[in-house]
Structure formats: structure tokens, C-alpha cells
Nanobody, 114 residues
Framework: IRLVESGGGLVQAGGSLRLSCKTS???????????MAWYRQAPGKERELVAS???????SYIDSVKGRFTISRDNRKRSGDLQMNGLLPEDTGVYYC??????WGQGTQVTVSS
């Protein structure tokens, strides 16, 4: 199973980015029943969970991104997105997509300038 993130970049504070996570090598029944999540790691800090989603339950977010970020998934396409609005400099980091915290992407860099 392979995960590939895209959509990162450099943006000014207050701007928006949409990250995408495309998977391959997974069957629909496994993908649809497994939590998809986004983590981020800022320089010098530990990796932290940003948002997670699984079918049948409301998405979960860390407090600092609530109301600004929206996680979604498309089981048919076996993919997921993270819409990030109102970005802040403290949102800067490498963002990783994970499936069940077992499979991880290589990460995509998000840099928010003040």
C-alpha cells in the first residue's frame, strides 16, 4: 500500500491550501474501514495528529485547527483531502497522510509566512 501527498507549498498567513492524499494498492473494504489521518511535524517538534476521519463518525481535529481545517475522504477513489483555511505561521511543517497509522506517505511541506 502506497500513500502520496500533494498540495503543499508556500502561502501567506490567512491563505489556504488543499492537501491531497492518494493511495494505491489497497482494496475498498480495507480502505473504507480504516481511519485516515493527517499529521504534521514542525521543525524541532514531535509529529502531532492534526485531523482524522473514519466512516460513520464525525471527523476529529486538534483544537488549534478547529474551524479552519476540514478533513474529507472519498472511499471510492481511495483518497483523502485536508482543506486548510486561515493558515497561520504556526501551521508550518511537513504534513503526512496515514492510513490506520500503519501506512504513511512521504510528506508534503507547508510553509506559512507572516
Amino acid at each position: 500500500i502506497r500513500l502520496v501527498e500533494s498540495g503543499g507549498g508556500l502561502v501567506q498567513a490567512g491563505g489556504s491550501l488543499r492537501l491531497s492524499c492518494k493511495t494505491s494498492g489497497t482494496i475498498l473494504s480495507y480502505f473504507s474501514s480504516t481511519t485516515m489521518a493527517w499529521y504534521r511535524q514542525a521543525p524541532g517538534k514531535e509529529r502531532e495528529l492534526v485531523a482524522s476521519i473514519i466512516g460513520g463518525s464525525p471527523p476529529s481535529y486538534i483544537d488549534s485547527v478547529k474551524g479552519r481545517f476540514t478533513i474529507s475522504r472519498d472511499n471510492r477513489k481511495r483518497s483523502g483531502d485536508l482543506q486548510m483555511n486561515g493558515l497561520l505561521p504556526e501551521d508550518t511543517g511537513v504534513y503526512y497522510c496515514t492510513l490506520g497509522e500503519r501506512y504513511w506517505g512521504q510528506g508534503t511541506q507547508v510553509t506559512v509566512s507572516s
